[in-house]
Nanobody, 122 residues
Framework: QVQLVESGGGLVQAGGSLRLSCVASGRTFSGDVMGWFRQAPGKEREFVAA????????YYAGSVKGRFTISRDNAKNTVFLQMNSLKPEDTAVYYCAARTPNYSVYRSYQYWGQGTQVTVSS
């Protein structure tokens, strides 16, 4: 059974940092794009960042570019999201996703984690 398990969420003050992790089990994703999405209450799930299979190619939403960094460790089947300079508008449930032909379209991802809550206080 394939599982993606996120961790690292929590409550942080504006300007602070958090590092999210997503560990995959049940199959390897070393050849697949992996991504992070987020969903705030009452809003649609939105693309945050994605990383290519080797880790050398990355993509970011404009709202997080320069503040967030996505990376991966294929040996550990893990993807990370380093979030710096957090803002209250970053508050959301953050989801890890894997395997897609279109990195920014959430419906195109085959596998999803359960999500981890990130709350940024002002």
């Amino acid at each position: 059974q394939v599982q993606l398990v996120e961790s690292g969420g929590g409550l942080v003050q504006a300007g602070g940092s958090l590092r999210l992790s997503c560990v995959a089990s049940g199959r390897t994703f070393s050849g697949d794009v992996m991504g992070w999405f987020r969903q705030a209450p009452g809003k649609e799930r939105e693309f945050v960042a994605a990383v290519g299979w080797s880790g050398s190619t990355t993509y970011y939403a404009g709202s997080v570019k320069g503040r967030f960094t996505i990376s991966r460790d294929n040996a550990k089947n893990t993807v990370f999201l380093q979030m710096n300079s957090l803002k209250p508008e970053d508050t959301a449930v953050y989801y890890c996703a894997a395997r897609t032909p279109n990195y920014s379209v959430y419906r195109s991802y085959q596998y999803w984690g359960q999500g981890t809550q990130v709350t940024v206080s002002s």
